[in-house]
C-alpha cells in the first residue's frame, strides 16, 4: 500500500534562516505531487505541484521554491524565511487512476519567529 | 478570487442529528468534487467524493449531494457522531486541469454535542 511521510512535524526557525522540508511517497511510481500551506484560520492553499521528477510548477509567488529530485520525492525550500511564512504545510500525492483523489501527510507546523 | 466557498465557518450539532455541511462553487468546469476530513494536526484525510454526472453519492453515514444548477453540493452526516467533530474542506477539480490540481475550500468546524 502507499504511504506518505513528511518531515520535520514540527519546525521553529528564526527570521531570515533558510527552509528544507522533505516529502517522500512509497509504493507507487510516477505520482504527481503536491505542497500546500494552511495558514492560521485558512483554508488550504495549493502552493507548488509537480507532475514528474524536475516539473515544478507553481500557483502563488512568494518566498519559497520547490524541487522534484526523484520520483517519489518532493523538497520545500526557501533561501530566507519571512514572518509570513508560518504556517501549516502539507505535502500530497495522487495518481491518475484515483481520481484527482489526494492523499495527505500529516503535515509540518513551521513556526518563524 | 475564492472559486470554491464554505460560508459557514463553523457548525454545531447534537449527537445523533443530522449535519449539513455547504459548498458553493463559480467554476462552471469543475467536474469532479471531494470532502476531506481533518483533525487539528494532522493531514486531511479523504471522505467521500462525486462526479458531475450524478447528483448524489452515498457512503455508509455520508451522503453528498451535488446540484450543478446552482453550483452548489452538500456533506449529509447522518446520524452525527461526537468522533465526527472536526473540520471539513470541499474541494474541485477542473476538466482536464494540468496536474489535477484541487482547488479547495476555506472549510467548515463542525461540532458534535453528546
Known amino acids: 500500500s502507499q504511504t506518505i511521510h513528511q518531515w520535520p512535524a514540527t519546525l521553529v526557525q528564526p527570521v531570515g534562516s533558510p527552509l528544507s522540508l522533505e516529502c517522500t511517497v512509497e509504493g507507487t511510481s510516477n505520482p504527481n505531487l503536491y505542497w500546500y500551506r494552511q495558514a492560521a484560520g485558512r483554508g488550504l492553499q495549493l502552493l507548488f505541484y509537480s507532475v514528474g521528477i524536475g516539473q515544478i510548477s507553481s500557483e502563488v509567488p512568494q518566498n519559497l521554491s520547490a524541487s522534484r529530485p526523484q520520483d517519489r520525492q518532493f523538497i520545500l525550500s526557501s533561501k530566507k524565511l519571512l514572518l509570513s511564512d508560518s504556517g501549516f504545510y502539507l505535502c500530497?500525492?495522487?495518481?491518475?487512476?484515483?481520481?484527482?483523489?489526494?492523499?495527505f501527510g500529516a503535515g509540518t507546523r513551521l513556526s518563524v519567529l | 478570487d475564492q472559486q470554491v466557498k464554505q460560508n459557514s465557518p463553523s457548525l454545531s450539532v447534537q449527537e445523533g442529528r443530522i449535519s449539513i455541511l455547504n459548498c458553493d462553487y463559480t467554476?462552471?468546469?469543475?467536474?469532479?468534487f471531494l470532502w476531506y476530513k481533518k483533525y487539528p494536526a494532522e493531514g486531511p484525510t479523504f471522505l467521500i467524493s462525486?462526479?458531475?454526472?450524478?447528483d448524489k453519492n452515498e457512503d455508509g453515514r455520508f451522503t453528498v449531494f451535488l446540484n450543478k444548477s446552482a453550483k452548489h453540493l452538500s456533506l449529509h452526516i447522518v446520524p452525527s457522531q461526537p468522533g465526527d467533530s472536526a473540520v471539513y474542506f470541499c474541494?474541485?477539480?477542473?476538466?482536464?486541469?494540468?496536474?489535477?490540481?484541487?482547488?479547495f475550500g476555506t472549510g467548515t468546524r463542525l461540532a458534535v454535542r453528546p
Open positions: 474541494a474541485a477539480s477542473e476538466k482536464r486541469s494540468s496536474g489535477d490540481k484541487l482547488t
Open positions: 500530497a500525492w495522487t495518481l491518475r487512476s484515483l481520481g484527482n483523489i489526494q492523499y
Open positions: 467554476n462552471s468546469m469543475f467536474d469532479y
Open positions: 462525486i462526479s458531475s454526472i450524478k
